[in-house]
């Protein structure tokens, strides 16, 4: 049976290719999180949690913001080295956080959040951060709005049922208040688009956890039959994907 600790490992072993194939987030995402919290981000103190290769972090980074990311997968972290070596990084979990309190401005968790579990990764969150902190929780998800969009995603639902798990993206803010712990989440969605080759949107589907997990033997066939079904849609060989970001912040 394969477990959620199966799925949050499969990152180690396509490390390279997450970093090279997945979406990053756009700049209007930045500027809702200065939004949201009330404070830029240039010279604020952030944390990263369950960073991966630096999606989250380098805009983070290049805005200006004091980064330290935390990552439990050593795959993953060597990938964050190559592309960030003047960000500190600590090897850990936002479960059980390595750090003393009130040492940050922001923790961020980018595409990460749904990996903890959230009555002890909000409270290690609250713990580290100064009063008036803000913890950011956000995640690129397809706009299923898009017709061929949302076809995709119902067939890979029904080939691959028992890997999907509820939405946190649309719960978190409800999640976060059933916590018990007074917090009042702000949402916003930010919508964006990127044009990639086919080759690369089919190999990207295939650094998510829940293909990553089968191994290539039983994963080729669904990439395949996705393959077809994609060109069927750009013949030119160039795929539009539409993203929304949902974001979700909390004040300490």
């Known amino acids: 049976m394969t477990t959620t600790s199966d799925l949050a ?13 997945r979406p990053t987030y756009p700049p209007a995402l930045y500027d809702a999180v200065e939004e949201l919290t009330g404070r830029p981000l240039a010279g604020s103190a952030v944390l990263d949690v369950g960073a991966g290769t630096g999606k989250g972090a380098a805009p983070l980074h290049e805005r200006g ?7 439990p997968g050593p795959g993953m972290a060597a990938q964050f080295r190559a592309a960030l070596p003047g960000v500190p990084l600590v090897r850990g979990s936002g479960d059980a956080l390595p750090f003393a309190a009130g040492s940050f401005d922001l923790v961020t968790y980018a595409q990460a959040w749904h990996w903890t579990d959230p009555a002890r990764s909000v409270p290690e969150a609250l713990r580290v951060l100064r009063p008036g902190g803000a913890l950011a929780l956000w995640w690129n998800v397809r706009d299923r709005s898009v017709r061929w969009a949302d076809a995709q995603e119902r067939r890979l639902a029904e080939r691959l049922s028992e890997f999907r798990r509820e939405d946190i993206t ?7 208040r ?12 930010v919508g964006w688009r990127r044009t990639i080759p086919l080759a690369a949107h089919i190999a990207n589907l295939a650094t998510h956890s829940w293909l990553a997990v089968l191994g290539p033997e039983k994963s080729r066939p669904i990439l395949a039959a996705e393959e077809a079904a994609v060109r069927a849609e750009f013949p030119d060989g ?15």
């Open 9 to 21: 490992t499969s990152f180690d072993a396509i490390a390279a290719e997450y970093a090279a194939l």
């Open 65 to 71: 913001a004091r980064v330290v990311a935390a990552e």
């Open 170 to 176: 649309t719960t978190a803010p409800a999640l976060l």
């Open 178 to 189: 059933g916590l018990g712990l007074g917090l009042a989440p702000a949402h916003r969605e």
């Open 238 to 252: 160039q795929v539009t994907e539409d993203y929304i970001v949902r974001l979700t912040v909390v004040i300490r």
